[in-house]
């Protein structure tokens, strides 16, 4: 493969003020680096496009450092070596890092993994196969820990966690019911998906419609959005129940998250538990494995809405922020 002399990549070049805007990346054109001993140069093939990434994009305080200002944003990325001055990594293997959004970007190998295209599809190493498969799988296994027969109530459940989410735990005999918005994503998280049933958020019977999906209580909550979602769930919570706490999309632009069912927190004993699943590194082998091959045997589906070409990444990633995305948000870039 001939190197080019130049590539492009999207830096932060202003922190949001409210909700993120095109303003607030900058596309750049930069020289290709001279390969040091140890390192390995890779043509990313696509890149992944999460809400974690609104909160590193702010000054406030949070698990992670913020994202640099006029630095390459950050995210998880797939692709392929094209040059290589480590002997763990070879030109044509495919491999999985955090290079984020650029065509190409070196790496020194410590965080970059080789992945087997033979049987699942490099995209898939960057949802069902990856970082939010993982999270799914942590949270559903490691907090959550539904019996068979149990009730789990997973918002945002068309997205890239929450469909796994749903999936993992049909596989443990568990009653599955979804929060989406809209009639289309519904309609794909209870027959394509296997979840028992989906409410649909933007109808405006939040609260009503969770509870006749519910008659026997809720006893496990994935959460991703927060804010009245969140609220709705734990209404109808039975003693003991479990909440995953993975994300807070309905907040990422500065919104107000008021819990008006705190109060059940200690009326029904809950277990709420929040984490970061890079946090989680010694649970990564298992999950992937487990997850790979649950992919593999189409036990789990999983769906994709694809941006093509770099530039067009500021704009997927704002309508991901409003839930314009069906499913794991990526950007093709080859």
Same mark, same amino acid.
């Given at each position: ?21 095109? +303003?607030?990346?900058?596309? %750049? ?41 006029? %630095? ?11 040059? =290589? ?32 295209? =033979? ?9 069902? !196969? ?45 009653? !599955? ?6 009639? $289309? ?21 939040? +609260? ?14 994935? %959460? ?54 890079? $946090?989680?590194? %010694? ?6 494995? $487990? ?12 769906? +994709? ?30």
């Amino acid at each position: 493969m001939t190197i080019p002399a130049t590539y492009q990549r999207i830096v932060l070049a202003a922190r949001p003020r409210g909700a993120v805007a095109p +303003e607030n990346f900058r596309l %750049e054109t930069v020289p290709v680096p001279e390969l040091a001993d140890g390192e390995v140069l890779i043509r990313n093939h696509y890149l992944s496009l999460d809400p974690y990434m609104r909160g590193r994009m702010s000054k406030a305080a949070s698990y992670a450092a913020s994202q640099a200002l006029d %630095e390459t944003m950050i995210g998880g990325t797939v692709g392929q070596v094209v040059a =290589s001055r480590n002997p763990l990594f070879r030109v044509g293997d495919h491999v999985g890092g955090m290079l984020g959004w650029a065509e190409m970007g070196v790496s020194d190998g410590a965080l970059l993994r080789k992945l087997d295209i =033979s049987h699942i599809p490099l995209s898939a190493y960057l949802g069902a !196969v990856g970082m939010p498969g993982m999270a799914a799988w942590y949270g559903l296994n490691q907090i959550m820990a539904p019996a068979a027969g149990e009730t789990v109530v997973v918002s945002a459940a068309s997205g890239a966690v929450g469909s796994v989410v749903g999936q993992l735990a049909r596989l443990r005999g568990c009653r !599955v019911v979804g929060i989406a918005g809209g009639p $289309e994503k519904c309609d794909y998280v209870v027959k394509q998906l296997g979840f028992d049933a989906c409410v649909d958020y933007k109808a405006g019977n939040l +609260e009503a419609d969770l509870a006749a999906a519910t008659p026997d209580g809720v006893d496990a909550i994935f %959460e991703n959005v927060g804010g009245d979602c969140l609220d709705a769930a734990l209404a109808r919570t039975n003693a003991f129940a479990r909440v995953a706490l993975c994300g807070l999309i309905a907040g990422y632009n500065g919104a107000e998250m008021p819990i008006k069912n705190a109060r059940l927190l200690l009326i029904n004993r809950l277990s709420l538990r929040g984490f970061i699943i890079t $946090e989680h590194m %010694e649970y990564w082998q298992q999950g992937l494995q $487990e997850l790979a091959a649950l992919v593999a045997d189409r036990r789990i589906t999983y769906r +994709e809405t694809v941006a093509d070409g770099l530039a067009a990444a500021p704009q997927a990633f704002m309508g991901l922020l409003h839930g314009h995305n069906f499913g794991k948000q990526l950007v093709k870039l080859i």
